[in-house]
């Protein structure tokens, strides 16, 4: 079974930084994407950032800039480094990955269980 955990997150100051990571973890073949959405409160789910296995990165115009996606393939593992937090950036941040699970035929994507972002002084 794969899963996908994420930490990181919680209270920051507007204008500060906050990390997330997210390690998947279980019976996997390979991952090529893994990325990063956030939903806001009454809002849909929108995409933050995803990065290739080849480490090549795509931003949201909106965190252009300011957001930093990387990831570890030994560890299986992406990141998300989030700085000058804006007060449009609070929202729950859900981790995906597009898996090769061991046993499956063909790729799937796979969600973290999500991790706050608040931004208040």
């Known amino acids: 079974q794969v899963q996908l955990v994420e930490s990181g997150g919680g209270l920051v100051q507007p204008g500060g930084s906050v990390g997330l990571s997210c390690a998947a973890s279980?019976?996997?073949?390979?991952?090529?994407?893994m990325g990063w959405y956030r939903q806001a409160p009454g809002k849909e789910r929108e995409f933050v950032a995803a990065v290739s296995s080849g480490c090549s990165a795509n931003y949201a115009d909106s965190v252009k800039g300011r957001f930093t996606i990387s990831r570890d393939n030994a560890k299986k593992t992406v990141y998300l480094l989030m700085n000058t937090l804006k007060p449009e950036d609070p929202a729950v941040y859900y981790c995906y990955a597009d898996i090769y699970a061991d046993g499956l035929i063909g790729v799937r994507d796979y969600w973290g269980q999500g991790t706050q972002v608040t931004v208040s002084s």
């Open positions: 279980g019976s996997i073949f390979s991952i090529d994407y």
